[in-house]
């Protein structure tokens, strides 16, 4: 199965593809549409370069689209266009072949692998709103089914048994109701949602950027698109302003300096929190030492190695704040993991801010 084919051989930038998607793809194809959106820290030619090393091929170009291809495997092929934007950075994948086969074997592990690039991760405070905006707007718009999860030992509040761990896959005309009970009563978070508005559209927002066009109109999705990627560069300038440097002194000695990102936590922390902290990062893939908490200034830090990344940073925490400092390599992907990190297990509202002094 090829990915869809487009019937015009130039495009000005995502833009451009966007409103000849909005125009057209239902003639294009019969299928699904998937956007899977990303955030790079390269500039174009070295994410081209990146991704090519991991086994994608340009096979044709159509202005400022690509269409790309990877054999992931023998006789299976993932099919995309590429569209990319320079100012911001962000990228989009679009295809209209299958999730469970060459989205999850030849996309997602794109997505995954390749250094200086993620998924456009969209937090739990952004899927709600998202959602119960369509809400306002449309009296009628309906959540269809839903993902919902809540991790052991984590901080977020919950009303019934909060030491729970749980996972609810809900089909449902009441989704939206259901989803509000469930995140009130049981502490979870949402992770994917599929929303209908009556004659306009349905669609479906996955936290990882995974965003799947079922029926109406593109155009639509797209807006509320626009509103998922403002939140992400929130992300992206906070990890943009870091910065670790060294300083040699007089005596030869060098001295590092490190410039860190902050998250502000929404609900304040109490000293166990901290201990919940400590044992939560070392339950998932980091590994945290040179640890020292202050029960009376409800303070700790630490050294922390990400696993998944190769990469070290330090913490410091205080009741309101997490802040993270590089070390002399640091890569978008491992921030944005460990503020999901902090959003599942520490304060599902935090907030990345940038430090600018």
């Not at 040699?248 to 590092?256: D, H, N, Q, R, T």
């Amino acid at each position: 199965m090829s990915v869809f084919e487009v019937d015009r051989n130039s495009f000005e930038d995502s833009r451009d593809f966007h409103t000849y998607l909005s125009q057209n793809y239902s003639r294009l194809s019969g299928g699904d549409l998937y956007i899977i959106a990303g955030i790079t820290e390269l500039p174009k030619t070295d994410f081209i370069e990146n991704i090519q090393r991991n086994g994608w091929e340009i096979i044709e170009e159509l202005g400022d689209v690509l269409k790309l291809k990877n054999e992931y495997s023998e006789n299976s092929t993932a099919e995309s266009y590429l569209t990319f934007d320079r100012q911001e950075q962000l990228f989009f994948l679009y295809t209209d072949q299958r999730k469970t086969e060459e989205i999850k074997h030849g996309i997602e592990p794109l997505l995954a692998n390749t250094p200086g690039l993620h998924y456009l991760y969209i937090s739990p405070r952004i899927l709600r709103e998202i959602r119960e905006q369509i809400a306002e707007d449309y009296e009628a718009a309906r959540v269809t089914r839903f993902i919902a999860k809540r991790t052991s030992g984590t901080d977020i509040h919950a009303n019934k048994r909060a030491g729970t761990r749980r996972t609810i896959n809900y089909y449902g005309s009441d989704g939206l109701q259901t989803i509000r009970e469930v995140e009130r009563e049981y502490g979870v978070l949402p992770h994917i949602m599929t929303i209908s508005i009556p004659s306009e559209l349905t669609f479906s927002i996955d936290k990882s950027g995974i965003f799947k066009l079922q029926s109406g109109s593109l155009l639509t999705l797209f807006e509320y698109l626009e509103e998922c990627i403002e939140s992400c560069l929130e992300i992206k300038d906070a990890y943009d302003h870091t910065d670790y440097s060294t300083i040699e002194m007089a005596s030869g000695v060098e001295i590092s300096k490190s410039k860190p990102a902050v998250v502000e936590l929404q609900t304040p922390l109490e000293h166990p929190d901290l201990i919940e902290l400590k044992n939560n990062l070392r339950k998932e893939e980091y590994l945290i030492y040179d640890v020292y908490t202050d029960r009376e200034t409800i303070s700790m830090s630490g050294k922390v190695y990400d696993e998944d990344y190769n990469m070290f940073f330090n913490i410091q925490v205080d009741e309101t704040q997490i802040r993270i400092f590089p070390e002399e390599e640091s890569d978008i992907s491992s921030f944005i993991g460990f503020l999901e990190f902090i959003h599942v297990n520490v304060d599902e509202r935090a907030e990345p801010v940038a430090v600018t002094n």
